[in-house]
């Protein structure tokens, strides 16, 4: 248990204080999983596999990773606790921020419900430079550190990396994203009340259609401003 400043070598710059639960979970998950302990912080001893001593092992290092990387105050919450797992899930029930719905209209309520709890958006600024590039590579890389990311919303635009991607046609990107995306993700609107699958529409890009529509079926028929649905936008655009 750490009681204020930490050394260089620890897993974090600043122990959990109950103020910097964002931060501080970004970097313990990144040290976790540098370490290739993240597995036990996922899985509880249930569930792991016949390994059980290797696992002990595995869980104990990470566990007291978690407990150093803790003031005395937050500390104290976990300090009967003995799965790391447990352990993790416990800080993150008392310090996550919650989304906070303010008086909306349904569509942005919804958009609202979609993003990453505690969504700090600057968090997210190298994914957005890496759609913005053009550059798959990195922007999975950060996707599999931050998998809630793919809902985030830039700062300025308030863009999806999907609506990002589809608005430069950035069509392998597009594809791969709409991998890793559900159904539900893709009926997410941009300020302007259009879905990727609109704005795709209006681009005249039918690979990136074909690939949204093989996805969700359901966001054809979603309207947008002017009660346009995709198929109609394109078809007044003659595209």
């Known amino acids: 248990m750490a009681t204020g400043a930490v050394s260089a070598d620890a897993a974090v710059v600043e122990v959990l204080n109950g103020r910097n639960y964002l931060d501080w979970s970004v970097l313990v998950k990144t040290y976790l999983l540098a370490q290739d302990l993240w597995d036990v912080v996922e899985e509880d001893e249930e569930e792991a596999d ?8 595995k869980n104990a290092t990470a566990l007291h990773t978690i407990q150093i990387s ?15 797992k447990r352990a993790w899930d416990t800080l993150a029930e008392k310090f ?8 909306k209209s349904p569509v942005q309520i919804l958009n609202l419900i979609k993003q990453p709890p505690g969504c700090d958006k600057s968090l997210y600024k190298p994914l957005f430079d890496a759609v913005s590039r053009g550059d798959w590579n990195e922007a999975k890389e ?3 550190l931050h998998p809630d990311a793919i809902r985030a919303r830039h ?9 990002m991607a589809t608005d430069l046609e950035h069509e392998h990107i597009v594809e791969e994203l709409v991998q890793l995306m559900s159904e539900e993700d893709l009926e997410i609107t941009d300020n302007n009340g259009r879905t990727v699958l609109a704005l795709a529409a209006s681009r005249g890009n039918i690979k990136m259609v074909e690939c949204m529509v ?3 079926k359901k966001i054809l028929s979603i309207a947008i401003n002017q ?13």
Do not use: H, M
């Not at 016949?50 to 092992?57: E, G």
């Not at 635009?157 to 999907?162: I, Q």
């Not at 009660?227 to 595209?239: G, K």
């Open 50 to 57: 016949d390994k059980f001593k290797a696992w002990r092992k």
């Open 70 to 84: 803790c003031g005395r105050d937050t500390f104290s919450l976990i300090r009967d606790t003995t799965s790391a």
């Open 96 to 103: 996550k921020q919650k989304p906070f719905l303010p008086s």
């Open 142 to 144: 950060f996707l599999t």
């Open 155 to 163: 700062s300025y635009s308030n863009k999806t990396a999907l609506c």
């Open 214 to 216: 093989r996805k969700s």
């Open 227 to 239: 009660n346009l649905t995709p198929i109609v936008l394109a078809a007044s655009n003659e595209r």
